[in-house]
T-cell receptor
Framework: KNEVEQSPQNLTAQEGEFITINCSYSVGISALHWLQQHPGGGIVSLFMLSSGKKKHGRLIATINIQEKHSSLHITASHPRDSAVYICAVHGNQFYFGTGTSLTVIP | NAGVTQTPKFQVLKTGQSMTLQCAQDMNHEYMSWYRQDPGMGLRLIHYSVGAGITDQGEVPNGYNVSRSTTEDFPLRLLSAAPSQTSVYFC??????????????FGPGTRLTVL
C-alpha cells in the first residue's frame, strides 16, 4: 500500500531548465510537506501546504485538495538543486513518498 | 538552538545485541517521531509521541521500543538487533499550530548496521 506516490523517480535536467515533481496521495490529510534530502543525508523541510500555492525563491509548491495532488516546481534550476525531493502528507500520522532524485547538470 | 540531535551517527551491532538510539530537541516541540529509511522504500514511521508520557506505534514498530519521559528526549531502543534492522534512522520533531502539525525538523540520522 502506497499512501503517497511521487513521479518521476529520477530526473536529470540541464542547468536553467524548469522542473516539475508530482505527488499524489490517497489518504485524508491536514497538510502536505515537501522535503529536500541532500547527498550528505540531511533532511530539511521546504514547504508545508494545506491549500493553494507557496513560493520560496525559485521553488514553488501547489496543492489541489480535491484531486489529492501536489506539484513542486523549480525555476531556473541550478546544480546545487541536485538532491532527493520527498513528498509527505499528514493525516493521523505522517506518510512519505519514496522521493524523486534530481540531478542538474551544468 | 541545537535543533534535533541524534547519537550515535554510526553504529555496528551483532545480531541479538541491544542498544538505544538517542534523540533530543530543544525547541519545546510536543511531537517527536522515529523513522527508518531504506533504499527504494522512503521514510517509514516506527513510533511517535505527541507529548511526554504519550507514545504510539507507527507503520513498522516491531523490534523497537520508545519512551517519552520528558518533552526534550525520545530514545529508540532496539531490543534484540536483527540484520533486517540495518537502516538509516531519523528522529524528527514538530509543533502544533491551529490544530495542525507544522514542518518537521529532522536530526542528522544514525546509520546502523547489524551483522
Amino acid at each position: 500500500k502506497n499512501e503517497v506516490e511521487q513521479s518521476p523517480q529520477n530526473l536529470t535536467a540541464q542547468e536553467g531548465e524548469f522542473i516539475t515533481i508530482n505527488c499524489s496521495y490517497s489518504v485524508g490529510i491536514s497538510a502536505l510537506h515537501w522535503l529536500q534530502q541532500h547527498p550528505g543525508g540531511g533532511i530539511v523541510s521546504l514547504f508545508m501546504l494545506s491549500s493553494g500555492k507557496k513560493k520560496h525563491g525559485r521553488l514553488i509548491a501547489t496543492i489541489n485538495i480535491q484531486e489529492k495532488h501536489s506539484s513542486l516546481h523549480i525555476t531556473a534550476s541550478h546544480p546545487r538543486d541536485s538532491a532527493v525531493y520527498i513528498c509527505a502528507v499528514h493525516g493521523n500520522q505522517f506518510y512519505f513518498g519514496t522521493g524523486t532524485s534530481l540531478t542538474v547538470i551544468p | 538552538n541545537a535543533g534535533v540531535t541524534q547519537t550515535p551517527k554510526f553504529q555496528v551491532l551483532k545480531t541479538g545485541q541491544s542498544m538505544t538510539l538517542q534523540c533530543a530537541q530543544d525547541m519545546n516541540h510536543e511531537y517527536m517521531s522515529w523513522y527508518r529509511q531504506d533504499p527504494g522504500m522512503g521514510l517509514r514511521l516506527i513510533h511517535y509521541s505527541v507529548g511526554a508520557g504519550i507514545t504510539d506505534q507507527g507503520e513498522v514498530p516491531n523490534g523497537y521500543n520508545v519512551s517519552r519521559s520528558t518533552t526534550e528526549d525520545f530514545p529508540l531502543r532496539l531490543l534484540s538487533a536483527a540484520p533486517s534492522q540495518t537502516s538509516v534512522y531519523f528522529c524528527a520533531s514538530s509543533y502544533r499550530l491551529a490544530g495542525t502539525y507544522n514542518e518537521q525538523f529532522f536530526g542528522p540520522g544514525t546509520r546502523l548496521t547489524v551483522l
